[in-house]
């Protein structure tokens, strides 16, 4: 029994949702939840029970002191809710988890107890794969759904995926047969820099996001997070001819593919987004490109194997998994 005394009733909820993990290269997606609980202000209201659904042995707990007490956090699944304020008040459940290790089939079915006792209308699961996109164009961002309709209405695509996947293409199934309306956003994370953080990744899903469901995301420092970590790539490639020159064969393939492209729909996304952005006020970080910014932070990390072509991490890449065309 779902019990949800301390949640007030929901303005036409959306639930958000990602998991650390497979589903998750460079944490841009599970950067992109806690982005959203960070700015908001997010109130955590439930978390899953760990014991049902993780090996401790592959997602260990951690011993923190406070105030002088030891104390232990175990690796969850926990829930907030943030109200999104403006002319058309919505709100938003938040779900931050990591990819459980079993039953997730139950899994599945207690976060979809509480979209059935919130009200829930859509269900969005962010992910992000490895994929042959170079650092220096804008950030892939597709939209899947398995309701034929919903892809109509949204401009989605139709998933027709089939092999391995992870718990973000299990919880979409689980919301189609339930009867929820469910999307996956996922985002291309250049395989040859995979690691985390990747804020530009982060900032064109939340992009994204914001187009879908139609609100106006607070993007703080990502925009100049996004630009430093481009920057800082660009700089590392610059020093190794052999990345560079790979670096320049993803452009070319990219651009030749994208060339017949010039999707009127693209353009009159971006134009809509910024005249949101110029009506509502620039808000701090200023205003984000369509790619995910232009932007930068900390330190990019560009390869693993000192003296050899760049090795991709581990994780699902576009073509051998299921985010290659679910997402």
């Not at 908001?40 to 042995?57: S, T």
């Not at 079993?102 to 269900?123: D, P, Q, T």
Request: proline share 8%; with cysteine.
């Amino acid at each position: 029994m779902i019990e949800l005394e301390g949640v007030p009733e929901l303005v036409d909820p959306v639930m958000v949702a990602a998991f650390e993990g497979w589903n998750d290269a460079g944490d841009a997606a599970s950067t992109a939840v806690a982005h959203l609980d960070r700015e908001w202000k997010g109130e955590v209201f439930a978390a899953l029970d760990a014991e049902d659904y993780y090996d401790f042995q592959v997602n260990r707990p951690t011993v923190f002191m406070e105030d002088g007490v030891r104390k232990i956090t175990w690796p969850t699944t926990r829930l907030s809710v943030v109200r999104v304020g403006g002319d058309k008040p919505r709100d938003l459940v938040l779900v931050r988890g990591i990819e459980p290790s079993m039953r997730w089939r139950s899994f599945c079915n207690e976060l979809l107890g509480f979209a059935h006792e919130l009200g829930v209308e859509l269900v969005v699961v962010l992910g992000a794969l490895l994929g042959d996109t170079p650092h220096t164009r804008p950030v892939p961002i597709s939209g899947t759904t398995s309701d034929a309709d919903l892809a109509r209405r949204m401009d989605l695509e139709e998933t027709k995926y089939e092999g391995p996947t992870g718990i973000v293409g299990v919880l979409q199934e689980a919301c189609t047969h339930a009867g929820v309306p469910a999307v996956s956003l996922w985002a291309a994370v250049p395989h040859y820099v995979s690691q985390p953080p990747n804020p530009k990744a982060t900032l064109a899903l939340l992009n994204r996001l914001e187009d879908l469901i139609g609100v106006r995301v607070p993007l703080g420092e990502l925009p100049e997070d996004a630009r430093a970590w481009q920057v800082g790539v660009d700089q590392l490639a610059a020093e190794d001819s052999e990345v560079a020159e790979y670096v320049q064969s993803l452009e070319e393939a990219r651009d030749t593919a994208e060339l017949p492209e010039a999707s009127g729909e693209a353009i009159a996304r971006e134009f809509e987004r910024y005249l949101r952005r110029r009506d509502g006020g620039s808000g701090p970080g200023g205003h984000a490109t369509a790619d995910g910014g232009d932007g930068p932070t900390g330190t990019p990390y560009l390869r693993d194997n000192p003296g050899g072509r760049p090795r991709p991490s581990k994780g699902p890449k576009s073509g051998d998994d299921e985010e290659s065309s679910e997402e």
